[in-house]
């Protein structure tokens, strides 16, 4: 686990990719602190990686076969549950892998919100009906589904999706699809959303 606490009752709980813990968590970790919110990064990966980028095929197949979706989204609730007796407010953001553990615990009434970014296997997910106000950020050029159509069809009272040009890992300054630009206007909605 990693975590910048600086006494605060408001929680960013980051929930990172198939690569683990790593400077891209730290540095968004990093980020949350700055708008005076506590910021815990969990690791979902049990003390295995991070792993470094060019590992991408071993670091998603671990995840898959050694953690999976669900018993990923069983820690972060135990994990939640936890955290609740120490703040007031728990909004989870997650990247990718972490954005869909993120969206399977969007129904619990301990989180305030939840942020997803590229989080590309919400799509087997789709019956999840988040609690909480959601924002789904995505590149909208990703290898293995429509984007556009997913948003179209997920977007509801709660649930709000900003799609960018950009590809998969577009807010990762650490990846190499890395797009700045992009990366600043996702900033941007997360903190008109944080401030919502």
């Not at 990718?96 to 919100?113: F, H, I, P, Q, Y």
């Not at 960018?164 to 650490?174: E, I, V």
Request: aromatic letters at 12%; one cysteine or more.
């Amino acid at each position: 686990m990693y975590a910048i606490r600086q006494g605060s009752k408001r929680l960013v709980l980051l929930l990172h990719e198939i690569y683990g813990i790593n400077g891209h968590m730290k540095s968004y970790a990093a980020r949350f602190a700055d708008l005076g919110y506590d910021a815990v990064v969990p690791d979902l990966l049990g003390g295995t990686g991070p792993f470094p980028y060019e590992q991408e095929k071993r670091a998603y197949q671990y995840f898959m076969e050694e953690i999976g979706f669900e018993s990923a989204a069983e820690n972060i609730e135990g994990t939640i549950l936890q955290l609740r007796k120490e703040y007031e407010e728990i909004h989870l953001v997650g990247f990718s892998v972490g954005a869909t553990v993120a969206w399977l615990c969007s129904g619990s009434a301990d989180v305030e919100s939840m942020i997803g970014f590229y989080g590309s296997r919400i799509r087997d997910f789709l019956d999840i009906d988040p609690r909480c106000r959601t924002l789904l950020i995505y590149g909208e050029t990703e290898k293995s589904f429509d984007v556009r159509k997913m948003a179209a069809r997920l977007d509801q009272d709660k649930v709000k999706s900003v799609l960018l040009a950009a590809r998969h890992g577009f807010a990762d300054a650490q990846s190499p699809h890395y797009e700045p630009l992009n990366c600043r206007k996702a900033w941007k909605a997360v903190e008109e959303f944080m401030k919502s």
